[in-house]
């Protein structure tokens, strides 16, 4: 069973609504979109990149102050450009043509000459280096677990040993349990390992009533994913993280975490 390509979805959304598809308020429609929404809406950027920094100095280390950054997943700069003003080398990745063009925009503008902007897919092809700081923040939600976690892999890659990676992932919803008319077989179906087909033939059918409903136009989906914890663990155990720091986050009902980390150099656990 084919998956839903996500990619595709927020190509769209950075061609039609990109400000609203990072940070959904109503403001930020491109409809609606002034110039004081604008201002809001990069404030939140660079209040969120001042508060990971004030974390990384106060749990991994006291004189952080990375050389170069990527930010995977950097949309349309909202925390691309307060990366930039810290760091020497920063470079923003996307699936989206339309959201690099309009954060190229925002950085020619504020005179950021020192961001590289670049294509994304799952095995990060255009990122040559590593880097002092690997960050995403509410990306790798709407990318399938699967891809996600391999993607994870090769951030973890691209990390410097001594750098520092500051990674957002959701793992579940914390609203009433999901009621089921039959669950006894729904039961049976994740028993047997079918959720996953049946959940592709859930995703298929919205997104052909959508197009029904919309005249056949394709319309993109802003889905979101549940990380399984134990793998995301794993993959940091296997690179070498040996500690970390969690912040817990809330989006609407959506629970998550940010994941602080320090990849330090040999294998040695303390306890």
Same mark, same amino acid.
């Given at each position: 069973?084919?998956?839903?390509?996500?990619?595709?979805?927020?190509?769209?959304?950075?061609?039609?609504?990109?400000?609203?598809?990072?940070?959904?308020?109503?403001?930020?429609?491109?409809?609606?979109?002034?110039?004081?929404?604008?201002?809001?809406?990069?404030?939140?950027?660079?209040?969120?990149?001042?508060?990971?920094?004030?974390?990384?100095?106060?749990?991994?280390?006291?004189?952080?102050?990375?050389?170069?950054?990527?930010?995977?997943?950097?949309?349309?700069?909202?925390?691309?450009?307060?990366?930039?003003?810290?760091?020497?080398?920063?470079?923003?990745?996307?699936?989206?043509?339309?959201?690099?063009?309009?954060?190229?925009?925002?950085?020619?503008?504020?005179?950021?000459?020192?961001?590289?902007?670049?294509?994304?897919?799952?095995?990060?092809?255009?990122?040559?280096?590593?880097?002092? &700081?690997?960050?995403?923040?509410?990306?790798?939600?709407?990318? =399938?677990?699967? !891809? #996600?976690?391999?993607?994870? /892999? %090769?951030? +973890?890659?691209?990390?410097?040993?001594?750098?520092?990676?500051?990674?957002?992932?959701?793992?579940?919803?914390?609203?009433?349990?999901?009621?089921?008319?039959?669950?006894? &077989?729904?039961?049976?179906?994740?028993?047997?390992?079918?959720? =996953?087909?049946? !959940? #592709?033939?859930?995703?298929? /059918? %919205?997104? +052909?009533?959508?197009?029904?409903?919309?005249?056949?136009?394709?319309?993109?989906?802003?889905?979101?994913?549940?990380?399984?914890?134990?793998?995301?663990?794993?993959?940091?155990?296997?690179?070498?993280?040996?500690?970390?720091?969690?912040?817990?986050?809330?989006? #609407?009902?959506?629970?998550?975490?940010?994941? +602080?980390?320090?990849?330090?150099?040999?294998?040695?656990?303390?306890?």
């Amino acid at each position: 069973m084919r998956t839903r390509n996500t990619d595709r979805d927020w190509q769209v959304f950075g061609q039609v609504d990109p400000y609203w598809a990072v940070a959904v308020k109503e403001e930020y429609h491109r409809s609606r979109l002034t110039e004081q929404a604008l201002r809001e809406f990069f404030a939140s950027g660079a209040s969120h990149v001042a508060a990971v920094f004030q974390i990384i100095r106060q749990y991994l280390d006291p004189k952080f102050q990375p050389a170069s950054a990527l930010d995977f997943g950097c949309g349309v700069g909202r925390l691309l450009v307060p990366l930039a003003q810290v760091c020497g080398t920063v470079v923003g990745v996307d699936v989206s043509p339309g959201m690099l063009q309009e954060a190229r925009a925002r950085c020619d503008a504020l005179g950021l000459s020192h961001v590289r902007l670049l294509p994304s897919d799952d095995n990060l092809s255009a990122v040559q280096e590593k880097f002092d &700081l690997v960050h995403s923040y509410i990306v790798l939600q709407h990318i =399938p677990c699967e !891809r #996600g976690v391999h993607i994870l /892999g %090769r951030l +973890l890659e691209v990390l410097h040993e001594g750098g520092v990676g500051a990674l957002h992932f959701t793992y579940g919803h914390d609203g009433p349990p999901e009621r089921s008319r039959y669950p006894r &077989l729904k039961a049976l179906v994740k028993a047997v390992g079918l959720y =996953p087909v049946v !959940r #592709g033939l859930r995703q298929f /059918g %919205r997104s +052909l009533r959508d197009r029904m409903r919309d005249g056949g136009q394709f319309q993109p989906y802003m889905q979101m994913n549940a990380y399984p914890l134990n793998d995301i663990f794993f993959r940091l155990q296997q690179a070498g993280i040996r500690r970390l720091h969690v912040e817990f986050s809330n989006h #609407g009902g959506f629970v998550g975490l940010m994941l +602080l980390f320090k990849k330090e150099a040999g294998d040695k656990y303390l306890l």
